[in-house]
């Protein structure tokens, strides 16, 4: 089951259950969620090819105290509505619900237009999103639902590529395979786990896997922390960097922050030659991260 | 002389009380009769239902020269008249441009043209989904519309005959202006216009039933004549 399917499945759950739920469109998705529109076509919105719009009627759905949940590719969902983002939703203090596909390079053959590396960038430059990566379909509906309650702002960043299995959907940091004491650590932010893992093999590193990127468990990640760090994130290299040198702002420390390059790649393919070009293969990581490693404490 | 009547001359003097805001000085009044209509026989809210469900929702979209929309809230009891001296100060909650967190009975806050419509279509939208028996009314310039994200809304609401009130106060500010007028750019709505000026006539309009996509054109004297 791809995370797709466990969103729609989740979702047309939750509408179900939670008068409260609202779900805004533009079209992506809307064939999935065509039995939830019969059943509740007032809370089953879909505004056709228009993004901007979906966020704004999310914010105007929100101060009428219903919970929205808003879908599209996140190059649309995110970039596009990046100031109805800002504007109709965060300075109107309104929250929802943003679950995107095609993050990064998952549309690969369908170039860059629909590919969204920086979509988690552009939410760092605005207050209060909590950002959710699932790494497995299992993890998705527990996110999903745990954010109905709620009247924060979430982004769900869904993925074609997933771990070989879920791991509970906490907003700590998971060890998952611990180095020696005072051993470099490697933050696996979601789907990048298995290759991480894959990368460190037979390494004295500690892995730790996260799939709530923002907030950063920075308090676990502090604590686990020595001095060297590797972060790998499957989305604009660096994103996180400015939380961790925050994080470890009290000691001396070295990082290094692996993810998907500024670089447009202009071609095709699948999204397993985008991480390979990108160097997020388990090669690829394991040939970044051995010189940082070999100078490592 | 009724209390209307009343608050009605107290206008002109609280308009006076808006400190320096010589930046919007033309568009601020444009709305001032619309926005008076409004609160004064049009809209189901007071102050003390500011946060009622089923109280009526008026947007204001363009969020430029908010003079004219301080004035009347400050006539009608929402806020205090002794803020309209420090607009744009440090520790004033009246801003150049609306915020709703700072201002009470201010439904959203505004200022980037073009958010106001697709707002209050989610407004409308979650009004219905509820059962709310509350209308939604949003306010737009006429150069506003210039905003491409206006367009989203103007066909969406449309295509889903959506129950909601969008009032365009036409200044002929817009810098291409739009042939063919304003009403023409609203396809499947329902289009009146009126003056801007004519209290009985906005108050005609804006009471019909809120039961489509209605549009009124509020005609005021040219921006800067």
């Known amino acids: 089951m791809t995370m797709r399917d466990t969103f729609v499945n989740a979702t047309t759950a939750l509408i179900d259950d939670d008068p409260r739920t609202a779900l805004v469109l533009a079209d992506i998705s809307a064939d999935r969620f065509a039995p939830a529109q019969r059943r509740h076509p007032d809370r089953v919105i879909n505004v056709g090819i228009r993004e901007g719009l979906m966020a704004g009627v999310a914010g105007g759905l929100a101060l009428t105290g219903l919970r929205p949940y808003l879908h599209s590719y996140a190059p649309f969902l995110i970039d596009r509505a990046y100031e109805q983002i800002k504007l109709d939703l965060g300075h109107q203090d309104a929250g929802a619900v943003l679950v995107s596909i095609g993050g990064s390079y998952d549309a690969a053959g369908a170039g860059y237009t629909h590919q969204s590396p920086g979509d988690v960038a552009l939410l760092d430059t605005l207050e209060g999103w909590a950002v959710h990566v699932p790494g497995h379909a299992g993890e998705v509906p527990a996110l999903l639902r745990a954010a109905a309650a709620g009247d924060d702002r979430v982004y769900v960043r869904l993925g074609e590529q997933q771990n070989a299995r879920p791991y509970p959907a906490v907003d700590t940091l998971q060890v998952i395979r611990r180095g020696s004491v005072g051993a470099p650590v490697v933050i696996a932010v979601g789907p990048l786990l298995d290759p991480a893992l894959a990368a460190t093999e037979g390494l004295d590193v500690t892995v730790a896997y996260t799939l709530t990127p923002r907030p950063l468990d920075t308090a676990g ?77 | 002389m009724t209390e209307s009547a009343t608050r009605t001359d107290a206008l002109p003097a609280l308009l006076d009380r808006i400190a320096g805001d010589e930046k919007h000085l033309p568009s601020a009044y444009s709305t001032l009769d619309v926005l008076w209509v409004l609160y004064d026989r049009v809209l189901r809210v007071t102050p003390a239902t500011v946060d009622e469900p089923d109280r009526d929702r008026f947007l204001l979209s363009k969020g430029h020269g908010p003079a004219a929309y301080y004035a009347v809230l400050a006539a009608k009891g929402f806020i205090p008249p002794e803020w309209l001296g420090h607009a744009g100060e440090w520790d004033s909650p009246l801003g150049w441009h609306p915020d709703r967190i700072r201002i009470p009975g201010v439904e959203i806050g505004t200022g980037s043209l073009g958010h106001g419509l697709g707002v209050a279509v989610g407004t409308a939208l ?100």
Do not use: C
């Not at chain 2, 006539?201 to 004297?221: C, F, H, N, T």
């Open chain 1, 221 to 297: 990640l502090a604590t686990l922390v020595d001095r060297d760090v590797v972060v790998v994130e499957p989305y604009l290299a660096g994103t996180s960097s400015h939380v961790v040198a925050e994080a470890l702002r009290d000691r001396p420390h070295r990082a290094l922050h692996l993810g998907v390059a500024r670089r447009e790649i202009r071609q095709y393919g699948s999204p397993a030659d985008h991480a390979r070009a990108h160097g997020l293969d388990a090669l690829g990581l394991r040939a970044s991260m051995m010189p940082f490693l070999a100078t490592a404490s």
């Open chain 2, 126 to 225: 979650g009004l219905r989904a509820q059962g709310l028996d509350a209308r939604t009314f949003v306010l737009l310039g006429d150069a506003e519309l210039d905003e491409g994200s206006n367009h989203e809304a103007i066909a969406f609401t449309a295509a889903i005959r959506l129950p909601l009130t969008a009032i365009v106060v036409d200044n002929q500010s817009s810098t291409y202006g739009w042939p063919g007028g304003i009403p023409a750019r609203f396809p499947g709505w329902e289009a009146s216009i009126v003056g801007g000026r004519d209290r009985d006539a906005l108050e005609w309009a804006l009471g019909q039933p809120a039961d489509r996509p209605r549009l009124i054109v509020a005609v005021v004297e040219k921006q800067g004549s």
